[in-house]
């Protein structure tokens, strides 16, 4: 088992327990355990709804460069860890990690 630290999108703190690739992504785990409204193109990286923060990772996540930038920079509130969730694999490179949904603009 793997744990990601999540503050949701109303400020709320959970602490999210998952299996290696037990959803195709983030994003998937992050919708079927909080029920956040988030994943609009469900996972196809283009609506942006799924913009989280990474606040802590115990590695450098690759960023991925083209479309998920590209989307990321139409979002009002983006940052310089941001990332869309639905390109995050669920495995071990994220565990521990610290996460802030911010959701769509
Ligand atoms: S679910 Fe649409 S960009 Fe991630």
Redesign the pocket.
Known sequence: MYTVYVIDTIGDAHVLEFKKFEYRNL?ELLVNKLHDE?????????????HIRVHSSNTEMQFFEGLENN?LKKQLAYYPDSR???QILLDEHIDTMKIEIIGGD
């Open positions: 994003m988030i994943g609009d193109c469900k996972g196809r990286g283009l609506c942006g709804t799924c989307i869309l969730a639905c």
